[in-house]
């Protein structure tokens, strides 16, 4: 509540995507990822072409792209797990002061998990290089992923129109239009409407977990595991059914065989 007036549920969670894109570590660089990621299953060429285009346009195994989606999710759910474990330590009224600060760790973390899979599964850089901040069309699609995790269904019909203008025009950057004024905003707004609930219960839900002492970490930790990891895993399996998976450019090089390294 801000002046005596209640906060609406899409501006709730607008702060909180704000907030938790802002702190450290939370924007993943997308030509590092590429590079890092590819390397162990690519060319040096190959992993080129991914970075310069989208894995897809590389010719990278869809089998390849899965396997580092769920390495992904594994490495992210256990870091977000450890972090809301910890948070659960002080118990008692105490708690609830962590809990703002958890919220915004667990999104900044659903924020991580979501520019790796956009990234893999072929979708364009989602953050300018060259500013500080998010601008709205970045926000909006950042909106329409988290949707899709919590299982919001216009979320997923968002996502999906946004990957058929982006692989009808080949283009290599969101569709600003369309995600700010154009006809997937007002499903955006009913998104972050949904996901602003979503989110109040989930902070009272973290509240009364961190109640006792020690206990409370416990069940903060299995309650941030038990959710993390399902909703990464319903937004791959969503990227990867969409067309942005499929190359654009029919001269690419035939898939080749990954060359896992180990150790």
């Avoid at 939370?26 to 590429?34: C, D, K, T």
């Avoid at 989208?54 to 256990?78: C, F, H, R």
């Avoid at 109640?211 to 941030?224: K, Q, R």
Wanted: contains cysteine.
């Amino acid at each position: 509540m801000v002046n005596g007036k209640q906060i609406e549920p899409a501006t709730k969670f607008e702060q909180t995507l704000r907030a938790s894109a802002q702190m450290p570590g939370v924007r993943i660089p997308r030509e590092a990822f590429l590079r890092s990621e590819l390397k162990r299953f690519c060319s040096e060429e190959q992993v080129r072409r991914a970075i310069a285009t989208t894995p897809a346009d590389a010719g990278v195994p869809l089998s390849v792209v899965d396997q580092i989606a769920k390495s992904v999710i594994k490495y992210e759910t256990g870091k977000v797990t450890a972090i809301s474990a910890v948070a659960g330590i002080p118990g008692g009224p105490a708690a609830f002061a962590t809990v703002p600060a958890d919220i915004a760790q667990y999104y900044g973390h659903v924020l991580r998990v979501v520019q790796k899979l956009a990234y893999i599964y072929s979708w364009p850089d989602l953050f300018d290089d060259d500013g500080d901040g998010m601008d709205s069309a970045t926000e909006s699609m950042l909106t329409l992923f988290i949707g899709v995790m919590f299982g919001v269904n216009a979320a997923q019909a968002g996502v999906a129109q946004v990957s058929a203008l982006i692989a009808k025009q080949m283009a290599k950057k969101l569709p600003q239009q369309a995600l700010t004024k154009g006809t997937i905003y007002p499903v955006v707004k009913k998104v972050a409407t949904v996901l602003g609930v979503q989110m109040t219960k989930q902070i009272f839900a973290k509240s009364a977990a961190k109640i006792v002492p020690l206990v409370g970490a416990a069940v903060s930790g299995s309650l941030t595991f038990a959710t993390f990891m399902p909703m990464s895993k319903r937004l791959q399996k969503h990227l990867a059914s969409l067309p942005l998976t499929k190359p654009s450019d029919v001269s690419v090089p035939q898939p080749f065989e990954p060359t896992l390294v180990t150790e």
